[in-house]
């Protein structure tokens, strides 16, 4: 891990003119004081970020006081405090009001990348036109790799059948191929053209978390782009550092986002009767998982 303190010199001003591989970063924050700082460090040491906006959904915690400080040293980052916590997907939208740039990233507050890496994802979407969503390989501070970094589009049939099984939901790393065609990629880490983004009317704030993600990779598809992983660019994420605060409200919006996800691309094929069981099968599992990870939350991590 990088310890440097020191952060680029941008001038008198901190501004630059934009280029057309200049992006823009959007950090959603909640109860992000542990990782923020060496996140944003990250982002503003970047190769070509040239604007990063950090909307805080309301943190409890000294989060928005870090942004604050960091903010005075470089214009480059903005900080929007929101009075109460309006969801991944709204903030996501809101933070993406105010980047002009032709890119726009989404990165999770408790990702941290290298200095080329958002950089030379761009240079795979411009060698690659049909891009429009491109993502990273994900891995632990151990090095385990996130599985859902190459993922299928879920089939909420398909799950409650195989009894939750999740093993063809994760496709696995095809080394025959630098950039890689999935159905979705983690919302940890989301890279597309900011025109594209404000065409597909950005993230569907019906998600307040989990499963927003899936949706606009599948869109972005159904509009005739490709998403893509980037096989040859690595990023660390810590994973889950918000959502240990309030492990049952995390459950049931990952519950609430599987079925909202399951209404606007499944259901038309799905009997009523079908949709029953589903709906209780979701309800019964929320029920059993609430519980276990309000127990693994009180362990710790």
Same mark, same amino acid.
Request: some cysteine; proline content about 5%.
């Given at each position: 891990m990088n310890t440097s303190r020191e952060w680029p010199v941008l001038g008198k001003t901190g501004l630059r003119d934009f280029s057309a591989r200049d992006i823009g970063v959007v950090v959603v924050t909640y109860a992000s004081a542990s990782t923020i700082e060496a996140c944003l460090f990250r982002l503003l040491a970047s190769r070509d970020v040239a604007r990063v906006v950090v909307i805080d959904n309301a943190s409890p915690d000294d989060t928005a006081a870090i942004v604050e400080r960091l903010a005075r040293r470089d214009a480059r980052l903005g900080l929007v405090r929101n009075p109460e916590n309006r969801g991944f997907a709204a903030a996501c939208n809101q933070g993406a009001t105010a980047i002009s740039q032709p890119w726009v990233a989404f990165v999770n507050p408790d990702a941290y990348v290298a200095r080329d890496t958002l950089s030379r994802l761009v240079a795979h979407a411009i060698a690659r036109p049909g891009a429009g969503l491109l993502g990273v390989e994900l891995a632990s501070e151990a090095g385990e790799v996130d599985l859902a970094s190459r993922r299928a589009d879920p089939s909420l049939r398909e799950q409650v059948a195989s009894l939750g099984r999740r093993d063809a939901l994760?496709? #696995? &790393?095809?080394?025959?191929? !630098? !950039?890689?065609?999935?159905?979705?990629?983690?919302?940890? $880490?989301?890279?597309m053209p900011l025109g594209l983004f404000v065409r597909l009317d950005g993230f569907d704030e019906g998600y307040r978390m989990h499963a927003e993600d899936l949706d606009l990779c599948r869109r972005v598809r159904e509009a005739g782009y490709e998403v893509v !992983?980037?096989?040859? $660019?690595?990023?660390? &994420?810590? %994973? #889950?550092?918000?959502?240990?605060?309030?492990?049952? /409200? !995390? @459950? /049931?919006?990952? &519950? %609430?986002? $599987? /079925?909202?996800? =399951?209404?606007? =691309? @499944?259901?038309? *094929?799905?009997? #009523? /009767? *079908? *949709?029953?069981? $589903?709906?209780?099968?979701v309800c019964g599992h929320f029920a059993l998982a609430a519980p276990r990870a309000w127990w693994r939350s009180l362990r710790g991590p």
């Amino acid at each position: 891990m990088n310890t440097s303190r020191e952060w680029p010199v941008l001038g008198k001003t901190g501004l630059r003119d934009f280029s057309a591989r200049d992006i823009g970063v959007v950090v959603v924050t909640y109860a992000s004081a542990s990782t923020i700082e060496a996140c944003l460090f990250r982002l503003l040491a970047s190769r070509d970020v040239a604007r990063v906006v950090v909307i805080d959904n309301a943190s409890p915690d000294d989060t928005a006081a870090i942004v604050e400080r960091l903010a005075r040293r470089d214009a480059r980052l903005g900080l929007v405090r929101n009075p109460e916590n309006r969801g991944f997907a709204a903030a996501c939208n809101q933070g993406a009001t105010a980047i002009s740039q032709p890119w726009v990233a989404f990165v999770n507050p408790d990702a941290y990348v290298a200095r080329d890496t958002l950089s030379r994802l761009v240079a795979h979407a411009i060698a690659r036109p049909g891009a429009g969503l491109l993502g990273v390989e994900l891995a632990s501070e151990a090095g385990e790799v996130d599985l859902a970094s190459r993922r299928a589009d879920p089939s909420l049939r398909e799950q409650v059948a195989s009894l939750g099984r999740r093993d063809a939901l994760y496709l #696995g &790393h095809d080394p025959a191929q !630098v !950039v890689q065609p999935v159905d979705a990629v983690s919302g940890a $880490l989301m890279l597309m053209p900011l025109g594209l983004f404000v065409r597909l009317d950005g993230f569907d704030e019906g998600y307040r978390m989990h499963a927003e993600d899936l949706d606009l990779c599948r869109r972005v598809r159904e509009a005739g782009y490709e998403v893509v !992983v980037a096989n040859d $660019l690595r990023v660390t &994420h810590v %994973r #889950g550092v918000s959502s240990r605060r309030n492990p049952v /409200w !995390v @459950e /049931w919006h990952k &519950h %609430r986002g $599987l /079925w909202r996800y =399951f209404r606007k =691309f @499944e259901a038309a *094929q799905t009997p #009523g /009767w *079908q *949709q029953a069981v $589903l709906w209780l099968a979701v309800c019964g599992h929320f029920a059993l998982a609430a519980p276990r990870a309000w127990w693994r939350s009180l362990r710790g991590p």
